[in-house]
């Protein structure tokens, strides 16, 4: 309850620090991109934006994300470039930006683009497209999700980031209940929240043996079968050839994953209820 305030308190001590730190800072951003800024703006703004920017979002505050993120990025290639060869005004604050850009969005081609379309730097394609491709490998790798779908995930929808989409990964055990007990004793309990994936793991484990489905409150849901993850892999492959739905899914009122598949259906005049 109180994180929104306190965050807000933070940003007033960080804008007292340094007031150009506050708003938008589009004026900051030219003065990064074009090599005028001194090295006290550049410190401050990085070390003060970055700070209540990161503990705005973490308290719930709403700052925005793509104007700190070029600000920061301007900055941080601005100091950064204090220690490499000079190649002409705002070019090492220009790869900060795209490469920030690209590590806080997970969208290399947007960065590349917008970066050149804002400084018009268009020789300087290359060097771009490097601390962009950069910084997309880096955050993949460090990072489960970007900043953008991180409050996404923390309001409790199901996000995968995957190459290539995984059915096990793609459906919830909530989607392939079964009500009722089991045919046979249960092996084990999972939650109705849980993914498919992890299912699969729990049945490796108890040697594919139905597992009762629970809740997130603890009731009871039913159970589920190893069969149903090989009917989830069978409608993910054959949808578009067969035209069929093999998943209903338990909920009185459907979630909103089941809404846009069933309405998905419907337009394909394959499906009469959710």
Not at 35 to 49: E, F, P, Q, T
Not at 116 to 129: H, N, S
Not at 182 to 194: E, F, K, L, R, V
Not at 211 to 230: N, Q
Request: aromatic residues 8%; hydrophobic residues 50%; glycine residues 10%.
């Amino acid at each position: 309850m109180w994180w929104p305030a306190i965050g807000g308190l933070i940003i007033g001590v960080g804008g007292l620090v340094e007031p150009r730190a506050l708003g938008v800072g589009y004026n900051v951003i030219g003065l990064l991109l074009s090599g005028h800024a001194g090295l006290s703006l550049i410190v401050g703004i990085l070390m003060v934006k970055t700070a209540i920017w990161a503990l705005s979002l973490g308290s719930g505050t709403s700052g925005g994300v793509f104007a700190p993120v070029f600000m920061i990025g301007s900055a941080l290639g601005a100091f950064v470039g204090h220690w490499f060869p000079h190649v002409f005004p705002g070019f090492w604050a220009m790869l900060g930006l795209a490469a920030v850009v690209c590590g806080i969005m997970r969208a290399p081609l947007t960065a590349i683009m917008f970066t050149l379309e804002l400084t018009r730097a268009w020789p300087a394609m290359l060097p771009v497209i490097v601390a962009t491709v950069t910084a997309y490998v880096i955050s993949v790798l460090l990072l489960a999700r970007s900043v953008l779908t991180e409050k996404i995930a923390r309001s409790g929808m199901h996000l995968t980031r995957d190459y290539t989409t995984d059915p096990l990964e793609a459906f919830l055990v909530a989607e392939v209940v079964h009500p009722g007990p089991s045919p046979t004793p249960a092996a084990g309990t999972i939650s109705a929240q849980a993914t498919l994936r992890h299912a699969a793991n729990v049945f490796a484990e108890s040697e594919g043996r139905p597992l009762r489905v629970l809740s997130p409150e603890g009731a009871d849901k039913g159970h589920l079968l190893m069969t149903d993850l090989l009917t989830a892999r069978l409608h993910d492959f054959n949808e578009d050839t067969e035209r069929t739905r093999h998943l209903i899914p338990y909920f009185p009122r459907p979630p909103r994953t089941a809404v846009r598949r069933w309405a998905s259906a419907r337009r394909n005049g394959r499906a009469s209820r959710p």
